[in-house]
């Protein structure tokens, strides 16, 4: 049973700095791979960044290059996302998921059957 717990969102000011935490467990380390997605209110859920957890190859939504990376720490089954020169257009709720990599293409939400609970990041101009 795939259980994903996200933490770390808060409020910060624009250019300022969050990581946010996901602690995974159920999650197949050979053939999954783990993405953060966010939504803002009255959009869609959109993807952020992935990791390929068998071979750690990450892909980022172009809004999100050179800002954010993503990250894991297998000893602690826990995936990262290391935010630095937040904007205010990144607002939202940020989710963690995964799901078999050839389900689909990794930014279509859709395509992911697990999804934990969220946790608010919310940037101030």
């Known amino acids: 049973q795939v259980q994903l717990v996200e933490s770390g969102g808060g409020s910060v000011q624009a250019g300022g700095s969050l990581r946010l935490s996901c602690a995974a467990s159920?999650?197949?380390?050979?053939?999954?791979?783990m993405a953060w997605f966010r939504q803002a209110p009255g959009k869609e859920r959109e993807g952020v960044a992935v990791l390929y957890l068998a071979t750690d190859i990450p892909d980022y939504a172009d809004s999100v290059k050179g800002r954010f990376t993503i990250s894991r720490d297998s000893g602690k089954n826990t995936l990262y996302l290391q935010m630095n020169g937040l904007k205010p257009e990144d607002t939202g709720m940020y989710y963690c998921?995964?799901?078999?990599?050839?389900?689909?293409?990794?930014?279509?939400?859709?395509?992911?059957?697990?999804w934990g609970q969220g946790t608010q990041v919310t940037v101030a101009s």
């Open positions: 998921a995964t799901k078999p990599w050839y389900r689909g293409r990794w930014y279509t939400a859709f395509d992911y059957p697990y």
């Open positions: 159920g999650v197949k380390y050979s053939s999954d791979l």
